[in-house]
């Protein structure tokens, strides 16, 4: 495994509660950003191609960011970092809003996983009690 994906894998372990045995079975990739598919897609030969799987972490020069994607398919798995919202919020937030949540005591600042009910909206980026939005526009509900 790529030393990239282990530090990624150890990120969402360490930020999320998700032991990074869960992907055991997963094939990953790096072009760029660490990229996830089945085993069976791992070892499906092409000569040339784009892209393998989904995009499952952005990598920058300030470490890893967790993507909207890989969050809605893994973060039912999450035992740290979830802030639950009501609906009123989470409306709010699925248009694109930052919001004002306060402090929880067992959150950490940081990337979190936004949720309302069993439903994982995405990521927002918690500080100072405000989540700050990071669901891509192009899933935001317009008006």
Known sequence: MNSEVKRGLKYIE???GIPMDVFSNYSFFVQKDVWIGSQEMGNFELKVFKRKGIRFLRISK???KWTT???QIFG???SKNVIHLDEREAMKFIRGHDIDVGNFENVDEGQVIVKYGN???GSAIYRNGRLKNQIPKGR???N
Do not use: E
Request: net charge positive; hydrophobic share 60%.
């Open 14 to 16: 360490d930020r999320f």
């Open 62 to 64: 300030k470490g890893f």
């Open 69 to 71: 994607a890989a969050m």
């Open 76 to 78: 039912h798995l999450a």
């Open 119 to 121: 439903d994982i909206l």
């Open 140 to 142: 935001r509900i317009i």
